[in-house]
């Protein structure tokens, strides 16, 4: 892992980072983003954020999360650019599955063995990639190996659910916006707490698919969270939640 930039803000730390190239994936290194509380020092839970889809590591909404989680939960927060997003470059692959799931949005047509294609091949790479990072951050003086958590809602948890499944160092998450048709097999095999976030009006998931993703997830402790409004419209409220939701299951 190399750090290339290190500002503070608001009384959390941002350091850009490049992870090394991962095997199979598009080479050249992941870039990523680390917020800590300015000034941390010593280990504590760090919270990984799995940005929505067309988005990166800085868009606003996830920098938004990742202060609170730092300056007010005392986590260290970070984030990477998917395939094909951010400072990423576009596969043909990539190119070609994000073509056929915008051809069946313009017909009209049913999406959700377009969503759940695009999504198996962004987590064919993005898994190994944050099985890496972790690896790396748990390295880190200021993060330590202390349990870690996931936030990640629609791509998030498109590419979230296949990560959590196979990381048993993940102890907590929060997901949603998502649909079964694009992880079931891997949702059986959480055992971890979720909390699960539904919005009722979705426009882009199904609300039937959603909940049936809820139902598959293999958790025992698992709580769903559904708001009205479309995609775009989960209620400020539910990132408290979110902070009290972690400080029960990682500590702070």
Known sequence: MQFTSRTSTDGVTERLFTLPGVSGTDGGGVPGVLWTPEGATGPRPLILVGHGGGRHKKAPGVVARAHRFAREGGYAVAALDAPGHGDRPRSPQLDAAVG?????????????????????????QSVPE?????????????????PAGYWGVSLGC??????????????????????????AEAAA?????????VQWDDERVPREAALALFDTLGSPDKTLHANPGGHGDVPAFELDS??????RHLGG
């Open 242 to 247: 979110a902070l009290r939701f972690f400080a």
């Open 130 to 146: 944050w099985r890496t990072a972790l690896d790396a951050l748990h390295r880190l003086p200021d993060v330590g190996e202390r």
């Open 158 to 183: 498109g590419l979230g659910v296949p990560f959590v499944a196979a990381e048993p160092r993940v102890r907590a998450a929060v997901l949603g916006l998502n649909g079964a048709e694009t992880s």
């Open 100 to 124: 056929e799931l915008r051809n069946r949005m313009q017909s009209g047509g049913d999406v959700s063995a377009a969503v759940a294609a695009l999504h198996e091949l962004l987590a064919g």
């Open 189 to 197: 095999r959480i055992t971890v707490p979720v909390e699960f976030l």
